[in-house]
């Protein structure tokens, strides 16, 4: 199998990991390791309810600047993986680094890796609860983990058609090198009625409501045929509730009134016109978002892989450059934090922080 230039290289960005964490694992209280800087690889960034901003790298554990100083957590403090690929908090300040090996809960003191349950028969585990954790498990899965505060639940995928044609014509045996599911997620998303959407690797975005999955096919998103292999790897709700799927060339408004519907997926809705492709003005192709986000105000912001970040506020689209001494650099993630901060983590330049008018490079 050939693959494009740019899906190659996020194929390549993927969390290659297999989740393995099958069996508890309590450890002693966790020591933090004092370090005079971050990684330059920073995939994730959460701020706790103390105020402390956690750094997730890919391969050198998890960091936590205190607002005085920079310390580490690592396989030697207690976590089951170095490369870190989420970091959630739950209702009582518990902190999941979730990684390529499992997750790991630190309660402010020790850490120690979830059980996770036998992969449940098809259909069985799923549930949709507002408390519960949602994590992906690993490339080459095709799976989630739901975590309700007592077991971790491992859940497969649900089939689709589309699914079971593209494992048809790519059968391992012939394609030994392909390390990837199509129905792999890249990203989980909460929207604002409580619906779970899971961005896929090749099959598009799935909507679960808590009784059924409902779907936006990959076929149906007006990709560019050569970046067909890109994903799903953002979602986000506007201030309209209109949902845009890592594509900005369109939104989706879900279930209209009065107009003429989409549901080859089995999820009715409409493609809107989103924002103009840059490549078609002559400017940079910000088409393919990695990390969404709306902020207080409604603003959507759109961090690119390689070509900065984009501010749309319904009506007018801003660019922020995203460059270290004028060069452009690439970027992984973008966070608010709870005093209304943007950060980005990027791929060799540890995180950036918003000014108020550009994106700059952190020290601590």
Known sequence: ?????????????????????????????????PVSELDRSIWVIHQDRAGHHWFGSDGRGVYRFDGASLTRLTRASGLCNDRIRAIQEDAEGNLYFATCDGVSKFDGRSLVTLEVSAADAPGAGWKLAPDDLWFSVGQDTGAVLRYDGERLHRLAMPSTPLGEEFLAEHPRAQYPNMKYSPYDVYTVYRDRQGNLWFGTSSLGACRYDGRSFEWIHER?????????????????????????????????????SGAALQSRGGLRYTQEPGLPHGAERGEEDYSYVMSMLRDEAGDLWMATYGAGVWRFDGERLTHFPVEVEGVPITVFSIYRDRLGVLWLGTHEHGVCRFDGGKFEKVSF
């Open 220 to 256: 149906d998103l007006g990709f560019d045929l050569g970046n067909r292999s890109f994903g799903v790897r953002a979602i986000a709700e506007d201030r309209e509730g209109k949902y845009w799927l890592t594509h900005t060339r369109y939104r989706y408004a879900v279930d209209p």
């Open 1 to 33: 199998m050939q693959l494009p230039l740019l899906g190659s290289l996020l194929l390549a960005l993927a969390p290659a990991c297999t989740f393995r964490g099958e069996r508890p694992d309590v450890r002693p209280a966790a020591s933090f390791e």
